[in-house]
């Protein structure tokens, strides 16, 4: 079993920008590509980031690539993802995904999820 537990979100301003973090726990973290999604209110969770175990390869939805970046250190066993410039449109609850292997883009391809971390872009 793989736990997850995100962290790092909270209120900016429209511009600012915010890391939120993925503490991973259970099984060797080295061995899992880890994703973040996020869900806004109303709205279907969609894919953000991911990243391959090794960190050597990651995949971002288009809209937030170049602004959002994701990394991983897994002497920490955590997965970041630092936002920038953020906008009004990125509010939502972000969660953090893990699955063995390789990376995807597709929710349904994660086994294991965090409980989110909220994060609210004011204008």
């Known amino acids: 079993q793989v736990q997850l537990v995100e962290s790092g979100g909270g209120l900016v301003q429209a511009g600012g920008s915010l890391r939120l973090s993925c503490a991973v726990s259970?099984?060797?973290?080295?061995?899992?590509?880890m994703g973040w999604f996020r869900q806004a209110p109303g709205k279907e969770r969609e894919f953000v980031a991911a990243?391959?175990?090794?960190?050597?390869?990651?995949i971002y939805t288009d809209s937030m690539k170049g602004r959002f970046t994701i990394s991983r250190d897994n002497a920490k066993n955590t997965v970041y993802l630092q936002m920038n410039s953020l906008k009004p449109e990125d509010t939502a609850v972000y969660y953090c995904?893990?699955?063995?292997?390789?990376?995807?883009?597709?929710?349904?391809?994660?086994?294991?999820w965090g409980q989110g971390t909220q994060v609210t872009v004011s204008s």
């Open positions: 995904a893990a699955r063995y292997g390789s990376v995807r883009g597709a929710q349904v391809d994660y086994n294991y």
């Open positions: 259970g099984r060797t973290f080295g061995n899992y590509a």
């Open positions: 990243i391959t175990w090794s960190g050597g390869s990651t």
